[in-house]
């Protein structure tokens, strides 16, 4: 069975939620969500990752692959800390359980801060405790770009997940007076988990504004974001003023994309390839938010993402739609969150590892299992290995 898309008023109403969370930032909640219980079993679907499906495999792929003569070693990828990379064989792909047809967390952050105002906010211990749990279950972050175009260089036997965090605030990233990141900010944070875990790569999605991590000054704007581009995360568009691009003209949406990025190339960061929605909405023409150009600037971007709901499907999978790529907020399991957000979806994603996306090592196959087969974009079809 094929995971996809939930229905259009589960997505519509994930991404109300997060609308109205985001308004009401004053509003006063509690610190972390204490662990609740698992939701119950339900029905799979053809559609949809069904919210307790019944997996395809009960067994949970190993941390470290088995190695086996017929995967041989290839040059390291590219990228900060990219593994080497192996050639993956039917039976190779086997043994580690690959399914690149899986599901991939994409995990969507805002402030880090110490007293949460917002429900969406977290504290620096949540963030650290998150990324640990993600480190001790065997996934390997990459960013939105190398999600979005299908570069998923991540070791065998392992699962990626998407860090993103979104309007570019003062709690993401700054640099103390020794050039180091800022204690406590989302960048040394990650970094230490990735110091403490060695298979954790250190890199993240941070989706900016016109005043990226809080800094007035265009020339502290560009040492911002060059250090981060050199470290291997990701700058990239997140409007120039955070609006709701629904409630704009395809014009005036179109100029909101090119002014940011307009800022980004004079900050001396590459061109985005990848956009998120302020607030997870789209502009009343689907196609803007991908595609466009303003005063004569073009834009393109391989994946546009929502604010919310459920983790997205492989990018090598049918069904799977570029232009609106979900993604899980990071949160408890109480109210809205109850089957919404990052804890509850990480558990679901333990119990059913079958419907988990497993790497099998090698970026130029996608490895599945022959009965998924199917499942995959025909555009793709050349690259798969099936066992």
Not at 162 to 173: A, K, Q, R
Not at 330 to 347: A, F, I, P, V
């Amino acid at each position: 069975m094929r995971p996809s898309l939930s229905s259009t008023r589960v997505i519509g109403a994930a991404n109300v939620a997060v609308i109205l969370l985001a308004v009401l930032a004053l509003m006063v909640l509690p610190g972390e969500d204490p662990p609740a219980p698992a939701a119950k079993t339900g029905q799979a679907s053809l559609r949809q990752p069904p919210r307790a499906a019944t997996p395809t495999s009960t067994a949970t792929p190993p941390a470290t692959a088995p190695v086996s003569p017929s995967a041989q070693p290839s040059e390291p990828g590219p990228g900060t800390g990219q593994p080497p990379a192996v050639v993956a064989t039917p039976e190779f792909a086997k043994q580690v359980k690959a399914n690149e047809a899986g599901l991939v967390p994409v995990i969507m952050y805002h402030r880090i801060i110490k007293k949460r105002y917002a429900s969406i906010d977290r504290t620096p211990d949540q963030l650290r405790r998150e990324l640990e749990k993600l480190a001790k279950q065997g996934y390997v972050p990459i960013t939105a770009a190398e999600f979005a175009a299908g570069r998923i260089a991540v070791p065998a036997g392992k699962f990626p997940v998407v860090l993103t965090f979104d309007d570019g605030h003062s709690s993401h990233f700054g640099l103390d007076a020794a050039g180091q990141p800022k204690k406590d900010t989302a960048v040394a944070i990650i970094n230490d988990v990735a110091r403490r875990y060695p298979s954790f790569r250190p890199v993240a999605t941070f989706w900016v504004n016109h005043y990226p991590f809080g800094l007035q000054k265009e020339a502290e704007q560009a040492a911002a974001v060059q250090w981060l581009h050199r470290q291997g995360f990701e700058v990239a568009n997140h409007t120039w003023s955070h609006p709701n691009l629904r409630a704009l003209s395809t014009k005036k949406a179109r100029e909101q994309i090119v002014r940011l990025e307009r800022m980004l190339k004079r900050l001396g960061v590459p061109p985005s390839t990848t956009l998120a929605l302020p607030f997870g909405n789209l502009p009343h023409k689907k196609k803007a938010a991908a595609k466009g150009e303003w005063g004569g600037t073009p834009y393109k971007f391989d994946g546009v993402f929502l604010a919310g709901a459920e983790p997205s499907l492989s990018p090598f999978a049918k069904g799977y739609d570029p232009g609106a790529i979900q993604r899980i907020q990071s949160n408890g399991k109480k109210g809205e969150c109850r089957k919404w957000c990052s804890q509850y979806w990480l558990e679901w994603l333990e119990k059913h590892p079958g419907w988990r996306y497993v790497s099998d090592g090698d970026p130029e196959r996608i490895s599945i299992p022959r009965k998924l087969q199917g499942n995959i974009n025909p555009k793709r079809r050349a690259q798969v290995n099936a066992y």
